[in-house]
């Protein structure tokens, strides 16, 4: 099939790989604009750009699909069909009836649950049990369009967002695959999403990062793991020099009591609202991730330190 394809992040990476495995003409990519990154805050390509350029595939970036000559570059691809994944713009619907077989977007949750920009993140925060990738129609509405095909994951307790990521993004490239293959021969079949059961997965907000100690273990282990590795629940403390961020990429559920956010043991087991958890990995500003012994070893923490 001839396939535009549309996507920015590491996860639409193995989409785009499966789609060109089985020999479907990518006649061309689009990715968001070149983004100031690093240290030196210099442009750098989006995932996807740079693997469409390693393939001699023409790549667009167009900050909008709103002006006339965009939709037109668009239409004139004659595509049959335009993948989209995690790409970052909206498409009107021009844009959305230009392929003659319309757009399939890859969204990562079961639908109707987490519409919206950060799906794999608030699974995990909200601690659901599992989770899945769906391939779907796009319409105008925010992720509201029928579903062709689905496959689902568990998410197991202390599963990160990182991890259940890198796992939908394999489960989803083979989706795709099928989809265009059904797609291809005709064999593709829509359903409708249910009316009930509908969640927004927001984009997550800096000040959700911190941690409340205050809130029940289960709440806290759940946001731990669900911002883990980027951005990060992070939380304070003096370890004599002052105030330091530490950010926490992996923590366990524990036992114990007293008040919120007080150490209670030389594993680095913190009191929650109700039950504790351990703190498995964690990462001071600018220093690489370290385990919870490790970081102990340089740090002034005692059982009844209290963390903010």
């Known amino acids: 099939m001839r396939v535009v394809f549309m996507g920015t992040p ?12 089985q020999g479907h003409e990518v006649v061309a990519v689009y990715t968001r604009p070149p983004a100031a990154a690093g240290r030196g805050m210099a442009l750098a ?11 001699g595939i023409p790549v667009f970036t167009p900050r909008s699909f709103r002006d006339e000559e965009t939709l037109a570059t668009f239409r004139g691809l004659n595509a049959d069909v335009a993948v989209v994944v995690a790409y970052g713009l909206i498409l009107p619907k021009a844009a959305l009836e230009a392929p003659a077989e319309g757009c399939l977007n ?26 899945g990738v769906m391939v779907m129609r796009m319409e105008e509405g925010l992720d509201t369009g029928p579903v062709a095909l689905a496959d ?14 890198d796992r939908l993004a394999i489960l989803g490239a083979d989706l795709m695959g099928r989809a265009l293959g059904a797609l291809s021969r005709g064999t593709l079949t829509f359903t409708p999403q249910a009316e009930e059961g509908v969640t927004y997965a927001k984009k997550i907000e ?45 923590s366990h559920l524990a036992e114990g009591y007293s008040i919120p956010g007080t150490v209670l043991d030389e594993e680095l087991t ?4 109700s039950g ?13 991730p370290m385990e919870a012994e490790a970081f102990l070893k340089g740090a ?3 059982k009844g330190t209290r963390l903010g």
């Open 106 to 131: 890859l969204h990562a949750s079961l639908l109707p649950r987490w519409r919206g920009a950060a799906p794999i993140q608030r699974a995990v925060m909200a601690g659901d049990a599992k989770t």
């Open 300 to 302: 002034s923490v005692t």
């Open 152 to 165: 689902s994951v568990e998410i197991g307790t202390d599963t990160t967002a990182g991890e259940l990521h």
């Open 270 to 273: 913190v009191a929650c609202g």
């Open 206 to 250: 800096k000040a959700e990062a911190r941690i409340d100690w205050s809130l029940p273990a289960e709440d806290v282990h759940h946001l731990i793991c669900g911002l883990s590795p980027f951005p990060g629940a992070w939380f304070e403390a003096d370890w004599g020099q002052g105030l330091q961020r530490v950010k926490v990429l992996r």
């Open 276 to 288: 504790a958890v351990r703190l498995g990995q964690v990462q001071r500003a600018g220093k690489t």
């Open 45 to 55: 390509p989006s995932p996807v750009h740079k693997l469409a350029e390693s393939f």
């Open 10 to 21: 590491d996860f639409a990476r193995p989409v785009l790989t499966e789609i060109l495995s």
